[in-house]
């Protein structure tokens, strides 16, 4: 957990924000959501101001995507390390983040006038998989305590390869991926394989066991410790304090837009407890407004002159300030004198009434119904042509094609650019030809390498009972009763199948129907038998990366 992660649960509770909203900006920001957030930390029991309904629509909606400072009350306790500490101002929330090291356990203590807490324990077993000594040397056996029942595999950050435990360590630090699969439910555990001397270390975040929630009280922090070990750690928290609201500092000057015109807000506004400012504006009928983190884009939408509010709040407080927008559109000039006319018929000549005369013209390249790239072609009276296509069909299965020297454009400098029939596959290497796919929310959740490898960041389950979920990327067949039946489709990273997967296919042909994912170059990748759910693709599948690069 991060920094900020409190500020954003009190806003779900408050309603500051909405429970759709705040799962956005922790998966942008943290990686995490907000059902794994609740589990560590709870809200706040100080609720904020509540806000305006404009207000609230947008500052949820954007001003909290660029929340960077620390709110009044939330504070970082830097402490030396194993030593007692006074805390002299109250806190209602206690959390540590920190790095255990070596063998064995710390307990760090929160002790008050109402009883002694525990902020947290550390320890260095704490019953998940792991390596059984700290770190080896290249070729030692590696084992594994508390190993689980699944596949093991070893990834050097390059490549995902299949191992049977022990094994013989490698040459560099890697991390061994544990994936058990129990009635489909795949659980994957990420190992560090350290090469070398190092220290075990165990590291968490955010962890507050009896400190969630307190009554507003000071107190002394102290650790014990168990074993050969030594911890670094920090501690955040809400410290009671009361909020000095926003004021302003220097009005705005009256703008004139003509075209789209940035204003930068901070700076007129002042927080006397140093909190990091949030803004937005109110709505108006000339200019659309964007604000993005502290700029403001003025876009010109109609002539006029309105009173923009521009709101400042602290997440506790809002206050505002005006500011005048008057905007004058430029005069949109049309060509009505008949001149620069363009004229694309063939054997005529506009007259100076704009009428057409049958007046032949001199130097005049015709070309005639030219389709690029596809499959018809009718050029008449043409020579040396250069036609960057393959596969030239003449139309209505007569030829009507009078060329000489008739070729393919192959010099384009990017490869990726040239004809299909420009490449030469056993001469040239396959370049940067990638395809993602993507679910309903428009994020990639799989990638096509160029050769036609699949990589996807979880597993692969073929036969599968289990059913999408709603956003998820899915292949579906249309049945009798006209009703969607997903039978491929990638949720949480993993690969779900109905029917089969069948790798290492070199020349694809799809089936009638088939759903196909084909390159810019018109290379075949992959394609899916919707009925059957079976996948049939180029090179090989490539599971449980740590990203799709």
């Known amino acids: 957990m991060k920094d900020h992660i409190p500020t954003i649960l009190d806003g779900v509770e408050s309603g500051t924000i909405t429970e759709k909203e705040a799962n956005a900006l922790l998966e942008h920001q943290y990686g995490t959501s907000l059902k794994e957030a609740r589990k560590f930390i709870k809200p706040k029991r100080r609720i904020a101001q509540i806000f305006t309904a404009a207000f609230l629509l947008i500052i949820a909606g954007i001003a909290f995507m660029f929340l960077q400072g620390d709110p009044t009350g939330y504070a970082v306790f830097n402490l030396p390390l194993n030593e007692a500490v006074v805390l002299s101002d109250p806190v209602d929330t206690l959390a540590l983040s920190g790095t255990l090291f070596g063998e064995g356990t710390a307990t760090v203590y929160f002790d008050t006038a109402q009883g002694s807490f525990v902020i947290a324990t550390l320890s260095s077993d704490t019953g998940i ?25 070893l990834d050097d950050g390059e490549t995902t390869t299949p191992v049977s435990v022990p094994f013989e360590a490698p040459a560099a630090s ?7 699969n129990e009635t489909g439910n795949i659980t994957t555990h990420r190992i560090p394989v350290l090469v070398g001397d190092f220290p075990r270390t165990t590291t968490v975040e955010n962890v507050c066991e009896e400190t969630c929630t307190l009554d507003p009280v000071n107190g002394t922090i102290r650790t014990e410790t168990e074993g050969d070990v030594t911890v670094d750690f920090t501690l955040s928290g809400d410290t009671v304090a009361e909020n000095k609201e926003p004021g302003l500092l220097v009005l705005y000057d009256p703008i004139v837009v003509t075209e789209e015109t940035t204003v930068e807000l901070d700076g007129h506004f002042v927080d006397p407890d140093g909190d990091l400012l949030l803004y937005s504006t109110s709505l108006t009928d000339i200019v659309e407004t964007t604000v993005v983190g502290t700029t403001l884009t003025l876009t010109p939408v109609a002539d006029g002159t309105e009173t923009i509010t521009i709101y400042a709040s602290d997440l506790e407080v809002i206050v505002e300030a005006q500011m005048v927008v008057t905007v004058v559109l430029p005069v949109n000039e049309t060509n009505e004198t008949g001149t620069n006319v363009t004229v694309n ?8 009434t704009g009428n057409e005369t049958n007046v032949t013209e001199t130097n005049v390249t015709t070309e005639t119904n030219v389709t690029v790239n596809d499959t018809f ?17 003449q139309g209505n299965g007569t030829p009507n094609i009078n060329a000489t020297n008739l070729t393919l454009d192959c010099s384009n400098p990017d490869p990726n650019q040239r004809p299909v029939d420009c490449l030469n596959v056993e ?18 959740v799989a990638r096509f390498t160029s050769i036609g490898n699949l990589l996807i960041t979880g597993g692969i389950i073929e036969n599968s009972a289990l059913a999408p979920e709603e956003n998820d990327f899915r292949v579906t067949y249309k049945d009798s009763d006209f009703n969607q039946v997903p039978t491929v489709w990638i949720s949480d990273g993993t690969l779900h199948l109905k029917g089969r997967l069948y790798e290492e296919n070199n020349q694809l042909t799809p089936t009638s129907g088939s759903y196909t994912i084909i390159n810019r170059r018109g290379v075949y990748l992959a394609y899916v038998d919707r009925v059957q759910g079976d996948m049939y693709i180029r090179g090989n599948v490539i599971p449980y990366r740590r990203s799709l690069e």
């Open 345 to 352: 018929e063939t054997n005529s000549t506009p007259d100076v």
């Open 427 to 444: 001469a040239e290497t396959f370049f940067e030809e990638q395809v993602y796919l993507e679910n309903v929310a428009r994020e990639q």
């Open 174 to 180: 890697a991390e061994l991926l544990i994936v058990s």
């Open 377 to 393: 072609v009718n050029t008449t009276n043409a020579t040396n042509v250069t036609l960057p296509i393959s596969n030239v069909t």
């Open 129 to 153: 998989p792991r390596t059984a000594q700290p770190s080896y040397q290249p070729g030692e056996l590696v084992e594994i305590e508390h190993d689980l029942v699944g596949s093991h595999y």
